[in-house]
């Protein structure tokens, strides 16, 4: 990618940080009806994947102020849980709330731990809105044991989804319009 498309990307990706207030996803969850509905689907299609995996590690990237990573703690009370995302006021947000949950505040392209740390990473609805996500992609295998599990979830390449993050974004969800760096579905995986 050019250097100069790179910095237009990271500029719109830290513009669209600062918009949106670290306590979002738990506001929108109990206001909200439809992101309810959204959030608790993903949840339960993630316990379904994980319901036989045994974690002791556990790495979720694009964890914004924490609430997907909080309940993915309760499948997993047990296990160390990290969550990590560029977005610093949500890792502010996320360590007040969720005290018992390890937030960092790192770059998705630059996971800052060592090869073969986690028996589980996951990141859901973030590679999208990465600016390289071959890049992450890497991180996240370097970061996960030999016999780990990775969940990498995005939902852009629906038409359903594109349906409703049309009307999304010209409503109560501006602050996310053309956010999604990266077009995927389930067939390419296509970069710009």
């Known amino acids: ?11 719109k990706i830290e513009k669209v940080l600062n918009q949106v ?3 979002y996803y738990d506001k929108g969850i109990n206001s909200n009806i439809f992101q309810r509905i959204w959030h608790t689907k993903k949840l339960s299609m993630c316990k379904a994947i994980i319901s036989d995996v045994k974690c002791n590690n556990i790495l979720d990237i694009g964890c914004a102020g924490g609430t997907f990573t909080n309940n993915i703690s309760n499948i997993f009370p047990k296990a160390k849980i990290t969550g990590i995302d560029a977005y610093s006021s949500a890792i502010e947000y996320g360590i007040k709330k969720y005290p ?20 589980l990473v996951i990141c859901y609805e973030t590679i999208e809105h990465l600016i390289n996500p071959l890049i992450a992609l890497k991180e996240m295998r370097r970061a996960l044991k030999n016999d780990g599990h990775a969940i ?5 390449g629906s038409l359903l ?9 010209k409503t109560k969800g501006k602050v996310w319009q053309g956010t999604h760096l990266n077009p995927f ?4 995986f296509i970069i710009n």
């Open 1 to 11: 990618m050019r250097k100069e498309a790179r910095m237009n990307k990271t500029r």
């Open 21 to 23: 207030p670290p306590d």
């Open 100 to 119: 018992h949950i390890n937030f960092i505040l790192a770059d998705a392209h630059n996971i800052p731990f060592k090869d073969k740390s986690f028996d």
């Open 152 to 156: 990498v979830a995005m939902d852009s």
């Open 161 to 169: 989804f594109k349906i409703v993050w049309w009307f999304w974004v």
């Open 185 to 188: 579905n389930h067939n390419k």
